[in-house]
């Protein structure tokens, strides 16, 4: 087997000079919209640190600022003087990097995150590995032309991408354990091959060690090998200290770890060095041994003048320590190891944590602000070398209504309590039972899980669910006054649609969607969030049927029935007589007609643009994407997320499609699919539109839906896009908190978050709260669409966390504010307690008050530091 040499050899050192210039360009263009203010402003600081020799930044702007757009604008700059750049990210932001990066760069090809070890072998393979049949050879070609095609592999090596995107978790990879006998498969292949290329010996191919589908990766594992040698040589590195370690011993015998910690950096010799390391999400897996810190340790191959900037908009999140973590992190202290020079900054953060702390709870006074403004001036200059960080109150639009109308953002509780509707005798008898037994002494875990799950509406006997653990057996394990109140918890089938906190929040969501507001919902546990979920669904559903609405299904789905049989209690719905039989004959014979009327709908449009397809190619091209197949009810093929796409540019959603305005919108959708450097075919045309479009599902969705860690990619991407749009469903997203809470962009269409589960860590509410409050939100939206007309209240982005008062749930919340409030303190400036805009206070008061204001610390970039 031949093997090719893959990714060229560097012969030049980076230009930090020429990228500061690029950056220095960026921040002076004025008339691209490209970047607003402050985003040149943050550029403009990161040109003059590069060119006074610092090669570290954390970009920490509070979250929808716009970090990334920053981070792109460096970037840019890096490949303009010649530089390679690798973004550590969670891998689930590729995509959006991707649409970022294109913006800089239209025609930007950046691969989507390296996953795995699999993926880091695969991209050294070549159409000729596979062996058999022709049948078997032709197929293994056609897949790895898909996956360079859809921008997965690379074409000619790792060490070619100008930009590389890898994965937080890439060093979580895993190798065979050595049994009685040397490990074998092709994943030990690595590390010996590149021990004898070194030696300029040759390794033996043992083919009857390897399975049949295993050749083809062990040809590319060898020419990896090749690769990653001839980098060491050529760059004169078998003397270093860190790679003699890895190349000595009997590794045919090692433990899966170690032959881990001894591959690593191989690899990072097979994905070419870096001039510039970002890491997204930088505040994430702290830790030395994490699979973030080792691929910034030994994977992340650094040239001689390396940059790293971290980018997180909570740096510190539980602890003030964690300042020291973070900018270890980039620092390239990540293993641990020289972190002197960062924990001598120890005792200044603390300090100034504690004494924000007292500006709490003590009165004013002078010596308590001068301490403060002495404490405060020290964090700043402690971390102002690293951090460099904006928040709202340096958006003009923010500062601005703020101080005409107060907060933006409104943080108001739902507060369940007896007195609210649905709150029965039999759950305040649970309620009551849980609080009883968390006074009773006991070790036994599942009690203390249970008493902790009811007010959070998940727990023993609501519902089979998966984080639902077995139920207890009262009468058998427990005696005394637990067995008493563990039968009143239990004694009675508790159904979860009827937990008043699930009713609370049902009719909270329901209120904002009757106004045709969207509302997104973070949670933490599966159970209740299926079934409000459900709830909303089949309350949706009946109403429809009520009022002679279509719904998108023939008939109400099994696992949904329990959820449709409770919302049919309400009266106020008015179900109908019948039952669920009733129901799915109503469905059924409202999808039939709806769907006959599709059917003709298409034909006729078919016709239409057929008679338009011989006077150019474009008609010819639309009704390739307007066949369907007679059978089955949905849209087939490319017909149904075709439709959905245009549909977001007419003029008016509810009137009849016409073959001309179908075509003229169509027509508009190429243009912007188009660009101006290549010759453009129909075939071009249409695999440009097929990945445009894969952000439509072409369904009709549902009124409500959740998105957990077992929901695929694809469906992500299409429920987020869904969601940003005014006009599409769902109407209500539920999103499990540690799937949603970063990285999607769910802010366009929505203003309003409900926490249906309290975090523990402050920093994930930021974070979920982030997801509406961002750069050209629905709430800016609305905001100058209320100046225009300036009637009633304005516009605001509302909070609702969902309280059981008096139950555990109720102490998660509180704890958790206080810790908001510390913070906020660190990362907003927001050191004072609150207190009202117009109240009266002593003129001495009011003076300490203005000098701790202006003392407090701020990260901004120069020429918006000083508007505050």
């Known amino acids: 087997m031949k093997l090719r040499r893959f990714g060229p050899k560097r012969t030049f050192e980076m230009d930090w000079e020429k990228a500061a210039d690029f950056l220095d360009q960026l921040a002076s263009n004025r008339k691209d919209d490209l970047l607003d203010a402050g985003q040149r402003a943050s550029v403009a600081e990161i040109a003059r640190r590069i060119r006074s020799g610092q090669r570290a930044a954390l970009l920490a702007d509070e979250v ?22 690798a973004i550590v990210l969670p891998a689930g932001l590729g995509v959006q990097w991707q649409k970022e990066l294109k913006l800089f760069q239209p025609d930007d090809q950046t691969l989507l995150p390296l996953r795995s070890y699999d993926g880091f072998v695969a991209g050294f393979l070549t159409e000729d590995d596979a062996e058999g049949s022709a049948k078997h050879k032709s197929k293994h070609s056609e897949w790895l032309k898909d996956r360079r095609q859809q921008r997965e592999l690379p074409k000619t090596g790792w060490a070619a991408e100008d930009v590389l995107m890898i994965s937080h978790t890439f060093a979580a990879m895993r190798f065979p354990k050595a049994g009685d006998g040397p490990a074998g498969g092709w994943r030990r292949e690595l590390l010996p091959n590149v021990v004898r290329r070194l030696a300029r010996q040759r ?152 004494i924000v702390k007292r500006l709490q709870i003590e009165e004013l006074d002078a010596p308590l602000t001068d301490g403060f403004v002495s404490a405060a001036t020290q964090f700043q200059e402690a971390l102002r070398p690293y951090v460099l960080r ?59 899980r249970a008493r902790l799950s009811v007010a959070q509406g998940y727990g ?26 563990l039968d009143t918890l239990f004694g009675k089938p508790a159904d979860i649609y009827t937990h008043p906190a699930i009713l609370a929040a049902v009719q909270l969501i329901e209120s904002y969607a009757e106004r045709n507001e969207k509302v997104l919902v973070f949670g933490r546990f599966i159970a209740p969030m299926n079934a409000l979920t459900r709830i909303l669904d089949a309350r949706e559903m009946l109403r429809r049927l009520r ?10 789905r099994d696992e949904n029935e329990p959820a449709v049989l409770a919302a049919m209690k309400d009266p106020k719905i008015h179900a109908p007589a019948g039952g669920i039989t009733a129901i799915n004959q109503m469905l059924t014979e409202r999808y039939k007609k709806w769907s006959t009327a599709r ?30 197949d007679d059978d089955g009810e949905e849209l087939q093929g490319d017909i149904g997320p075709l439709l959905e796409a245009l549909g977001d540019r007419r003029e008016r959603a509810d009137a009849p499609w016409t073959g001309f305005e179908i075509l003229d919108l169509f027509r508009r959708l190429l243009a912007e699919l188009s660009t101006d450097d290549e010759q453009e075919d129909n075939n071009t045309l249409r695999s440009r539109l097929v990945v445009y479009l894969q952000d439509y599902s072409g369904r009709e969705g549902n009124f409500a839906r959740m998105m957990s860690g077992a929901t695929l990619p694809q469906t ?25 809470r970063e990285g999607l962009n769910l802010h366009e269409a929505c203003r309003t978050v409900v926490i249906l589960h309290a975090e523990w860590n402050p920093g994930i509410v930021e974070q979920q709260i982030g997801r509406v409050d961002r750069k050209g939100s629905c709430w800016l939206h609305d905001l100058k669409s209320w100046q225009e007309n300036a009637t009633g209240e304005p516009p605001r982005i509302r909070i609702h966390p969902v309280v059981v ?64």
Not at 64 to 85: F, P, Y
Request: aromatic residues 8%.
């Open 599 to 628: 059917r003709t709908e298409l034909a006729r449009l078919h016709r239409e643009i057929d008679a338009l397809a011989p006077k150019d190619d474009v008609p010819a091209l639309l009704v390739g994407f307007l066949r369907q």
């Open 203 to 354: 390794r033996n191919f043992m083919r009857d060690s390897f399975h049949d589908g295993e050749i083809g990766y062990v040809y590319a594992s060898r020419r990896a090998a090749r690769t990653i040698a001839d980098t060491i040589i050529e760059h004169d590195l078998q003397d270093k200290s860190e790679l003699k370690g890895a190349l000595v011993g009997d590794y045919k015998w090692l433990e899966a770890d170690e032959y881990k910690k001894k591959i690593l950096r191989l690899i990072g010799y097979g994905l070419g060095q870096f001039d510039l390391i970002v890491v997204d999400e930088a505040h994430k897996a702290r830790g030395a041994d994490s699979s973030l810190s080792r691929i910034l340790g030994p994977v992340s191959w650094e040239a001689a003048d390396p940059f790293r900037l971290g980018m997180t908009a909570t740096p510190v999140e539980l602890d003030s320590g964690q300042w020291i973590d973070t900018l270890g992190r980039i620092s390239g202290r990540d293993d641990g190891l020289d972190m002197t020079a960062l924990g001598d900054l120890t005792e200044w953060i603390c300090g100034y944590v504690d």
């Open 716 to 740: 992500r991407r299409l429920l987020q896009s869904a969601f940003n749009r005014a006009s599409s469903w769902p109407m209500v997203l539920l999103a499990q908190s540690r799937v949603g």
């Open 805 to 868: 008062s008096g139950t555990y749930d109720d102490h998660n919340w509180q704890v958790l504010k206080a810790r908001w409030m510390e913070l906020r303190a660190q990362l907003h400036g927001e050191v004072l307690p609150k207190h009202a805009k117009h109240s009266a206070t002593l003129p001495e008061i009011e003076a300490l008050r203005h000098r701790i204001v202006a003392a407090t610390p701020n990260f901004a970039p120069r020429g918006i530091e000083n508007e505050q």
């Open 547 to 556: 009022d002679g609405q279509h719904w998108p299904a023939a008939k109400v």
């Open 460 to 485: 023993f006997g609501f519902a089979p669910d998966a984080d639902l653990a077995e139920k207890l057996q009262v009468e058998e394990e427990f005696e005394g006054p637990q067995s008493f109140w």
């Open 64 to 85: 929808g600022m716009g970090k990334t757009r920053i981070a792109v604008a460096l970037i840019s700059a890096v490949r303009h003087a010649g530089g390679r750049t």
């Open 390 to 448: 904006r928040d709202k109150r340096h958006d003009p639009e923010i500062s601005g209504f703020q101080e005409q109308h107060g907060d933006y953002r409104v943080v108001e509780d739902l507060t369940v309590s007896p007195g609210t509707e649905g709150f029965t005798r039999d759950w305040l008898r649970r309620f009551c039972a849980a609080e009883a037994l968390s006074i009773l002494p006991q070790e036994d875990t599942r009690v203390k």
